[in-house]
């Protein structure tokens, strides 16, 4: 039987350490936390672990929108993109998850990606009437 990579990683306390040291950093990120000025971190934090509990290969328990639902209003390009994944490729290694299961981690999290960056900005779509499309430079 293959372990998921959920298991191999250590679980559930493995996420979440990675992901409090993650949000760390993009909160403490001069463009990044642009993006998350008006978001509850503690409702974040909690998503993102289930989220990503669930594509490691974890028990589903993900009640949110998938990535680009959640991020259509989100001017979020490749370059963006990049330094957020180099933020949580950090966050990954810090937090001491051997070489293999941070490979499929990064892998999982890029595979994602492809479907919340945009090419310009008129790919994005509001959410909602009164909120606006987030670009940050």
Sequence with gaps: MR???FDQ???RPVVEAVHKRFYDKVFAHPWL?????QVDRDRLESQQNDFMTAALGGPDRYAGMMPRHAH???YITQELFD???ELLRQAIVET???RDGAIRWL???AAFGRSMVKRSRDECVQRYPSEPILDFR
């Design 96 to 98: 001491g998850v051997q």
């Design 9 to 11: 990683i250590g679980g």
């Design 107 to 109: 892998r999982i999290d």
């Design 3 to 5: 372990t998921s990579t």
């Design 72 to 74: 259509r209003h989100m």
């Design 33 to 37: 936390r642009q993006f998350f000025q």
């Design 83 to 85: 330094t957020r994944h």
